[in-house]
Structures are given as C-alpha cells and as structure tokens.
C-alpha cells in the first residue's frame, strides 16, 4: 500500500554536504571519549583542514565554470585559456576532482566522470554551487558574529543577498529533485493537478520552493510567508522573474498571524527557523489552514545518536531559532495539532520530512 510504500523512502532532501565525502571521524562515538589521545585530536584538525579546504576547492570548480566544461574531455591548458586560470591552478582543480573520483583521465584530457557528468549542466553546476555555498557562507557568518560579540540565538536572520541567494538556490533544487515522492503521499498528485489547488509556503526565503512547485503544477497558487524584509524583497523579485507572479503571493507575515482556513492542500513548513514559543501554535494554524485531506511536509534536521554530525544538526538548529528540537520533539506536537497519519520519512542525510495530512472529514471518528 502507499503508506508502506513511502516509509520505505527517502524524502530525496539529500544535499551535497561533507559528511557524505568519507570524513568518518566526524562520526566517532562519545563512548570512545576516555580513550582518545592527543594524537586524536591532531588527527581529527587535520581532517576537518581537508574538509574546510576540499569543500572551498569544490566551490571554486563550480563557481570558476570549471564543472561546467568537464562535459567533454580537455586538457588542463585548453580549460585554463578558457577560464582565464593559470594553468597550475586548474591542474590542482581537477587533482581535487579526481581525488573524489569526479574526473577521469583520457591520456592527457580530463572529463568528468559519470557520477559528475549531470553535474555539468548549467542545472547541475547551480546545483553543485549552492550546496556548498550555502553552508560556507553561513559558517563564515556564524565565525564572525561569534568572534565581534554580536551573535545571538533569535534565528536565522541574515541579510547577506549572498547568503539569501544561496539558500534560495539551496531549496529550489532541493525541492525538484524531492517532486517525485509527493507521489506517495495518497491524494496529494491529483490534488496539486486540479484547479484551485493551493500551497503554503511557510518561512518562504527567496521563494525558492514555492517557484519549483508552481513550475511544476501549472494549475497551483500559492501563499508564501516570509516576515524579514530583505528575503521577501529578494523572493518578490525572483517570483517575478519566474514571470508567477500572478500564481505566488509573497505575503511579509509570521506564522502566528495566519488565520487562513481550509483554503491549502499542501503546506511546507521549515520547523528548524521556528522557536519553541510558537511551533505549537503553527502546527495548529497549518492544520487549520489546510483543506481537510490536506498534507503538511515538516523539515527536520537529523539529530539521532551522539555522533559530531548529530551534534552539527543540532547548533544548526539552535542558530537558526529552532533550539535543539528534532524529530522526536515535533511527532507528539503534529498528533496533539490533530494530523493524522504523521508518517517519518527514512532517509541517513541531514535532511529529514515529516510528513502530516489533515484527516478528511469521512475519515473523522
């Protein structure tokens, strides 16, 4: 059956990250605590170095065009001219590459290799470029505001246009590759196909997802929340360049003062940007606002186990208002809002969904 059938599957929300480039240290048990050494820990600064500048080094093949041309094999001078790069730097490039196993040598010529020829598109490469951005802009604004005194836990409020963008870019792309399991969830298909159909959008950013599923479903509206100003600025204009803004509505408004009712059949809702004081009262204003049969996707970050990429997920989520809450935190609070079924999709990655329909009316004891 359709329930089964989608437990078994990932919500396809992985993401380009390192913890799935082989660092397995970031993973050590705190059990092996008492028998670490401090060779250990030289060991372990070393890897995070070849973490922080591998992942500086894959940015800079995709933000160069460097991926871009890798579709076809070239010689590392060809692909320097045609970059304007010296000729070292992109030798050193392709190293780093083909360390990944990303590129395969044809006697002097370089290609990307299977797993990285899609991407070579401008799709793929924007793909590429916006996972990593993403994080290592973030983490670069995170060092700062911690190191000047100015950090403090009330969310995830930049106002970078970089960051902006790439969190954006993030989240469209995420949200195409993710299109194809919204077939499992029973009903939700036919009713994203039907005029009328509406989306919201809560915590919108750059309108990201609420372009990629418009796109997608020519017949969907939707509604997208997004109270800081320079995100919705930058989703009003992305919208418009979209050419939907007949479709999409930024709205510059919080959660808490949604009185919608009955009007979406799907909502989408990033819980790690909502604090504890109001990630009640939002669940219940979704639900409220979802038509009866209606499904809500939940965003949750991966915090199981006492490993370091747990405990990454976990002052992601503290830093970008969340406090610590998981999976485990959201479920009981998703049932007491009334959904029902609150299914948890599997998945071994960062991200992780929840997924939570407004029972229909027939379905009601």
Known sequence: MLWRAYALLSHGGDRIGLNSLGWNSWRSPRSLAPWRKPDDVLRA????????????ALAACAESGLLTRLGRPMTPEALAKDLSMPPALVRSLLD????????????????????LLPFTSPEGAATFRAALRAPLLQTEDFRRRLGNGTLALDGWSHTDEA?????????????????PKLQFLPGLLARLEKPGAALLDVGAGAAGLSIALCERFPHLTAVALEPAPHPAAIGERHVQE?????????????????????????????????????????????????RPGGWLLV???????????????RLKNLLW????????????RLIEAGFDPVIRAPGGRSLRMICARRPNLRELP
């Open 45 to 56: 600064l070393e890897e995070a170095d070849a973490a922080i500048w591998s992942a500086s």
């Open 96 to 115: 780093v590459l083909a360390g990944f196993g990303f590129v395969v040598w044809e006697q002097d010529r370089a290609k990307a290799a299977p797993a």
């Open 163 to 179: 960051v902006i963008e790439a969190q954006g870019a993030l989240t469209r792309l995420w949200t195409t590759k993710a299109l």
């Open 242 to 290: 979209a050419r939907l803004a007949d479709r999409i509505a930024i709205r510059r408004e919080r959660i808490e003062s949604l009185e919608d009712k009955e009007i979406f059949d799907l909502a989408f809702l990033p819980q790690m940007f909502l604090s504890d004081a109001i990630i009640q009262d939002a669940t219940e204003r979704i639900f409220r606002a979802l």
């Open 299 to 313: 965003a949750v970050l991966a915090q199981e186990g006492q490993g370091t990429a747990s405990a990454v997920n």
């Open 321 to 332: 208002g969340g406090n610590t809450r998981g999976i485990d935190h959201m479920r009981p």
